[in-house]
T-cell receptor, first 115, second 113 residues
Framework: DADVTQTPRNRITKTGKRIMLECSQT?????MYWYRQDPGLGLRLIYY???????NKGEISDGYSVSRQAQAKFSLSLESAIPNQTALYFC??????????????FGPGTRLLVL | AQSVTQPDIHITVSEGASLELRCNYS??????LFWYVQSPGQGLQLLLK??????LVQGIKGFEAEFKRSQSSFNLRKPSVHWSDAAEYFC???????????FGGGTRLMVKP
């Protein structure tokens, strides 16, 4: 079984709709992240959470919100979807070793199309 | 601010040929460096990482990368490419001020038979 799972894997929605993307992990990591991927832009960070009570904005958080329901679950919501939020969304988790050495592990991605 | 540049958006190589994917970074101190691969329809898989020590790093699937501080580079290499290596490759550097990773724009590798 995959360590980091995302649901749904694909989603088509209409402008103005609220949608939620979910992420679950079995790695036991405290840190979780949401990224979006657009062609030629690499991955850009939307939100991140270092533990259940800690939520932080990334570089492109406008139009998004998150919820950390448990150590293993981190959800991303689009309150009112717009077409330029069409992208591939990735969840990631990480361990933080001594000295700040951190490796991120990614889920399979959710492909979102906003019409 | 730190940044990562992958100069080649697309690269095509013949199966069996050698491969080098370029990654240049801007960072104020000794960075942590990563290469990830994204196969079609898949998530990102960690190929290798550099934290410290030996500047030549071995990864999975026969890949290696060399950290060259003087050139601010962390190029990915493979001596003989297989058709299954066709994918998109991302270089990343960290940590930044928020303990985050910064990703390059990616290089898409195509393999000719």
């Amino acid at each position: 079984d995959a360590d980091v799972t995302q649901t749904p894997r694909n989603r088509i929605t209409k402008t103005g709709k609220r949608i939620m993307l979910e992420c679950s992990q079995t790695k036991g990591h405290d840190r979780m992240y949401w990224y979006r991927q657009d062609p030629g832009l690499g991955l850009r960070l939307i939100y991140y959470s270092f533990d259940v009570k800690d939520i932080n904005k990334g570089e492109i958080s406008d139009g998004y919100s998150v919820s950390r329901q448990a150590q293993a679950k981190f959800s991303l919501s689009l309150e009112s979807a717009i077409p330029n939020q069409t992208a591939l969304y990735f969840c990631a988790t990480s361990d933080l070793a001594e000295g700040g050495r951190e490796t991120q592990y990614f889920g399979p991605g959710t492909r979102l199309l906003v019409l | 601010a730190q940044s990562v540049t992958q100069p080649d958006i697309h690269i095509t190589v013949s199966e069996g040929a050698s491969l080098e994917l370029r990654c240049n970074y801007s960072y104020g101190a000794t960075p942590y460096l990563f290469w990830y691969v994204q196969s079609p329809g898949q998530g990102l898989q960690l190929l290798l990482k550099y934290f410290s020590g030996d500047t030549l790093v071995q990864g999975i699937k026969g890949f290696e990368a060399e950290f060259k501080r003087s050139q601010s580079s962390f190029n990915l290499r493979k001596p003989s490419v297989h058709w299954s290596d066709a994918a998109e490759y991302f270089c990343a550097v960290g940590p930044n001020a928020g303990n985050m990773l910064t990703f390059g724009g990616g290089t898409r590798l195509m393999v000719k038979p």
